[in-house]
């Protein structure tokens, strides 16, 4: 079991391209969610997804686009890179345990825009 | 709404001492409440949970942590600290009153462990 894995692990993009973080998981989980990590900020919600088919907003959304393309794969895509985005993004999935989910971390993926 | 403090942003120990991390939380009911555990380079791994019951819940590596209502907290402890605990570690409340699954996350506190 893989669990959840993110690609590709760094990138580093030009102010104003575009590119799509992958992210995969084979925990049957219905949850999925996009975190980006900034020092001395904790981590900050940008998208998530409770089941196949839905999307929400979180915290930090602006910017950004995702696709729930099924169960397994949750993407977030970055239309036009802007500086203010570079940043450590995590992907999660999430197991409902009463009203919350336990949820289980991918290792990230490093961007930097220049 | 729901927030999570972490007093301490870098906390040092010698190998060996007892570990004493603070986590203060906002909300209104029972919260869900969460540690994690980043080493550097990587994902966060799930340490512990607490969701109801015995307030004294035992995690993995040794870490344990403590429910207090009363004073709104739920630190994490561990007894005797080993170097390979160097690392980043997150509180987390989880948004019980908007059934969604999210996670509110403190802004983390670094442990370094001295030699």
């Known amino acids: 079991n893989a669990g959840v894995t993110q690609t590709p692990k760094f990138q580093v993009l030009k102010t104003g391209q575009s590119m799509t973080l992958q992210c995969a998981q084979d925990?049957?989980?219905?949850?999925m969610y996009w975190y980006r990590q900034d020092p001395g900020m904790g981590l900050r919600l940008i998208y998530y997804?409770?089941?196949?088919?839905?999307?929400d907003k979180g915290e930090v959304p602006n910017g950004y686009n995702v696709s729930r393309l099924n169960k397994r794969e949750f993407s977030l895509r970055l239309e036009s890179a802007a500086p203010s985005q570079t940043s450590v993004y995590f992907c999660?999935?999430?197991?409902?345990?009463?009203?919350?989910?336990?949820?289980?971390f991918g290792p990230g993926t490093r961007l930097t825009v220049l | 709404a729901q927030s999570v403090t972490q007093p301490d942003i870098h906390i040092t120990v010698s190998e060996g001492a007892s570990l004493e991390l603070r986590c203060n939380y906002s909300?209104?009911?029972?919260?869900?409440l969460f540690w994690y555990v980043q080493s550097p380079g990587q994902g966060l791994q799930l340490l512990l949970k607490?969701?109801?019951?015995?307030?004294l819940v035992q995690g993995i590596k040794g870490f344990e942590a403590e429910f207090k209502r009363s004073q709104s907290s739920f630190n994490l402890r561990k007894p005797s600290v080993h170097w390979s605990d160097a690392a980043e570690y997150f509180c987390?409340?989880?948004?019980?009153?908007?059934?969604?699954?999210?996670?509110?996350f403190g802004q983390g506190t670094t442990l370094q462990v001295k030699p």
């Open positions: 999660a999935t999430g197991v409902m345990s009463g009203l919350t989910d336990t949820q289980y």
């Open positions: 925990m049957n989980h219905n949850s």
């Open positions: 997804s409770a089941s196949e088919g839905t999307t």
């Open positions: 909300y209104g009911a029972t919260p869900y």
């Open positions: 607490y969701f109801s019951g015995d307030t």
């Open positions: 987390a409340v989880g948004d019980g009153s908007s059934n969604t699954g999210k996670l509110i």
